[in-house]
């Protein structure tokens, strides 16, 4: 089994959990935003995922795919230097990269994007460079 997501930063992103930032970056963006409009189902989903993080890390090793571009690294800098595009540059993506380093993120709104799309996008990366 490829171990592509880390419990240690699902649990550093936990700390935050009332903004479901450790369900984003486990693939699930529906809840993450519930978290997010909700503080974290006013606390209480975010105290029980304190136990469910191991599961949910299971599940998104299953479901995403291994390769050159770490999740971790990638969703670090995406909660934390987001609106700079520094996590799209990593992955290689330069030309959005620069555009949300000038943009503030694309307006915030490519922010947002990412955080609902970006495990599908480095999976899509990964696939890509494994296959040649």
Same mark, same amino acid.
């Given at each position: 089994m490829q171990d592509t997501h880390s419990k240690l930063i699902g649990y550093l992103l936990w700390i935050f959990g009332f903004t479901g930032a450790h369900r984003f970056y486990y693939g699930k963006p529906?809840? /993450? +935003?519930?978290?997010?409009? +909700?503080?974290?189902?006013? /606390?209480?989903?975010?105290? #029980?995922?304190?136990?469910? #993080?191991?599961?949910?890390? &299971?599940?998104a090793d299953l &479901?995403?795919?291994?390769?050159?571009?770490?999740?971790?690294?990638?969703?670090?800098l995406l +909660?934390?230097?987001?609106? !700079?595009?520094?996590? &799209?540059?990593?992955?290689?993506?330069?030309?959005?990269?620069?555009?949300?380093?000038?943009? !503030?993120?694309?307006?915030?709104i490519g922010i947002l994007v990412d955080f609902w799309t970006l495990n599908e996008q480095i999976s899509i990366r990964n696939s890509e460079k494994n296959a040649r």
């Open positions: 529906v809840t /993450g +935003t519930i978290w997010f409009l +909700t503080l974290g189902l006013c /606390g209480i989903g975010w105290l #029980i995922d304190l136990f469910l #993080i191991p599961s949910m890390d &299971r599940e &479901r995403f795919q291994a390769g050159e571009v770490d999740y971790s690294v990638s969703w670090l +909660t934390f230097l987001g609106v !700079f595009g520094v996590h &799209r540059m990593y992955m290689g993506k330069w030309l959005t990269g620069i555009l949300y380093l000038c943009t !503030f993120g694309f307006f915030l």
